[in-house]
């Protein structure tokens, strides 16, 4: 029984990790669409977001399963309990590489017009950032973790920088307001992909120590 | 034993709907907050939120005491299961009410500036939405949470109308722009706020008749 749970848990690691790979992807995919104003993988992204919302609904009923049959305990519930809510944290990010997909449909739709602001490195920190959190789960490392977390700040910063960019750029150019509203909103999915990826971290550093670090407990 | 979970499970539901009526409250500031453009209010909203985020940590703590020391199966595992992520809905509305506080105090700056857009039906809309989502679990009752599925997409289309409407506003007010985008960003809040209630309603859902309505399944 030991044996089949054990298999069970190994098992649910192992999808929620090829969910973590598949939703790198989407958001590796997402920042590419950006750069290169790439359509093609714009809608590639859109048309088969089902695959990571069926996913998602699978590996939920596959913990439901395993609590109900083996009814955990202690690091093994918690486990569980982690892995059905880092499961909806990367459904949501993948949502958010939708959400961009259609920002960069509408923005390949005109002229490329000038915007002071670094996106790429915007989005890199990000990507890095989902990265880090799923290396973190793989290997339960906490420093991992909370570098994840230390991340989020810096791309906080440059969101609100985006903002401020965006803000002025419109003054000179009413006649691109949409465009570059756009653009404002794509680094906003940026923006919440980075909270995702720092939701997972931080449900990786409850695994491991046992401790909630969410809403600012970190620098308690 | 059994009495004694069903206490348990007693008190988390009262738990869960009192971190409901607190969030409900914090909307309805949020709303009260655009509308006058109330600064105390927004702040109020703001400074208070550690509350919520602290009960939030609490019951989730208590959902896993809960799940650890009585091992429920079938429909109260269910329960325990939407009891967690309704709970992290909740705190999500709770700081979309926070960001919608944010916004009301960089609007509450300047002079009131014409906006031709329905703002209050919107906010109505939403809350109703949350309210019917919290009533629909309280009494468990499926045909209120799908009518709340189907107010969500009313929301969106709000939320669209409120996207157009700001591009044209800002072509004539390229002064304004920051003020406008704020009041779109809101608009967008509210929005999230409407997501997180059909959130609540489908976990009800799945609570009552064992099936997962996410990602349109609802229509099949």
Do not use: W
């Not at 995919?29 to 996913?55: G, H, L, P, Q």
């Not at 990367?90 to 960069?104: F, S, Y």
């Not at 999915?189 to 970190?218: C, F, K, P, Q, S």
Request: aromatic share 6%.
């Amino acid at each position: 029984m030991a044996k089949h749970f054990h298999k069970e848990l190994e098992k649910l690691k192992k999808r929620i990790l090829s969910l973590g790979a598949m939703v790198e992807d989407r958001v590796r995919m997402a920042i590419k669409a950006i750069e290169n104003r790439d359509v093609t993988i714009a809608d590639k992204i859109i048309n088969t977001d089902y695959e990571i919302d069926e996913m998602e609904v699978e590996i939920e009923e596959e913990c439901l399963k395993v609590l109900a049959l083996h009814q955990p305990v202690a690091v093994d519930l918690r486990f569980i309990t982690a892995v059905i809510k880092i499961n909806n944290d990367l459904e949501r990010i993948a949502d958010e590489a939708v959400n961009i997909a259609r920002g960069v449909k509408y923005i390949a739709k005109g002229e490329k017009l000038h915007f002071d602001f670094d996106f790429y490195s915007m989005a890199e920190k990000t990507e890095a950032m989902l990265k880090k959190s799923l290396d973190a789960l793989v290997n339960l490392d906490v420093d991992l973790a909370f570098k994840v977390c230390i991340l989020d700040d810096e791309v906080d910063k440059i969101n609100g920088e985006a903002h401020r960019i965006v803000k002025d750029v419109i003054k000179d150019n009413p006649d691109h307001v949409e465009y570059f509203i756009n653009l404002l909103l794509i680094s906003r999915h940026l923006e919440r992909i980075a909270d995702h990826a720092t939701n997972i971290a931080e449900e990786v550093i409850y695994l491991i120590e046992g401790e909630i670090v969410r809403h600012g407990r970190l620098e308690t």
